[in-house]
């Protein structure tokens, strides 16, 4: 007697499992695995990246992956440039004069740096070391460094009590960086002590915007710092796959996909588009 046929939800299930096997498995392979068709792997493949539990790769689709170690502010600074460029253009938009803002510590709120400079009368909090030697020059801008423990790879202060400082403070935006992000476990970080600051700031700020790079998603690490419908907005760049920002909408996150190469504020073929709901 011929084995039932799996429902979708059985099917997609059983695809999660061979992903957990093989991580990475071909469209061509998962239809002989599956007995469907290359229709069907499609229209599955689609459905898990809506939930954030599996994502697209040429050819093929790949498992979520588990961040144990984040990587150094050397390996960060030469990775996603367009990327991260086009994602600190769209953010600019919250940059005005006399406002408060909070960089966490990473490359891509570095890049923040032209839209902070522009401006007057503001004031940058940050964990970030890189952040204020970059802004030594420009006398115009106030700065204050939370302090903490050093994090020597990645040239900032991390744990209890930079969250401590930033708890006395008042911030009009806390711009927060990523190392993992993903629709089911929302932001997350392979270290403790970065919680703490970037879970302050995000406490003592009015609004709270991640700016993290497509190429984060679907990666995910041990320490929960929040979900992504507790920002405000989620910016990221049109690297994102469809599917992905289609589930991320629907969840009621506010994404917008920034475009490498154009200038921010765009219409549809510009800088940015939202994804759609």
């Known amino acids: 007697m011929a084995e039932a046929p799996l429902i979708p939800d059985q099917r997609r299930q059983k695809m999660l499992r061979l992903l957990a096997r ?47 170690l984040a990587p150094s502010f050397d390996a960060k600074s030469v990775i996603d440039g367009p990327q991260k460029a086009a994602i600190a253009a769209e953010a600019s938009e919250y940059v005005r004069d006399s406002g408060t803002y909070y960089l966490d510590a990473g490359t891509t709120t570095a890049a923040l740096l032209p839209a902070i400079r522009r401006a007057q009368g503001v004031t940058v909090i940050t964990n970030d070391f890189a952040i204020v030697a970059a802004l030594m020059p420009d006398e115009h801008v106030q700065v204050v ?41 929302g932001l997350t970080s392979p270290d403790a002590d970065k919680v703490d600051v970037k879970q302050a700031a995000m406490d003592v700020a009015a609004s709270s915007v991640l700016l993290a790079a497509s190429s984060k998603f679907g990666n995910y690490s041990v320490y929960r710092v929040a979900a992504l419908d507790r920002f405000d907005r989620v910016v990221t760049d049109d690297g994102l796959p469809s599917a992905a920002a289609e589930g991320l909408a629907d969840a009621g996150v506010d994404v917008v996909l920034a475009v490498a190469g154009t200038s921010p504020g765009a219409d549809e073929g510009g800088a940015s588009r939202r994804a759609a709901r």
């Open 145 to 185: 460094h939370v302090g903490g423990r050093l994090d020597h790879a990645n040239r900032s202060s991390v744990g209890a009590l930079g969250a401590l400082v930033l708890r006395q403070l008042a911030v009009d935006v806390a711009f927060v960086s990523a190392t993992t992000w993903d629709l089911k476990r």
């Open 22 to 68: 093989h991580d990475v498995l071909s469209v061509h392979q998962l239809t002989e695995l599956l007995a469907v068709s290359h229709m069907t792997v499609r229209r599955d493949i689609a459905e898990l990246e809506r939930e954030g539990l599996a994502f697209t790769v040429p050819g093929g689709v790949r498992h979520a992956r588990g961040v144990s």
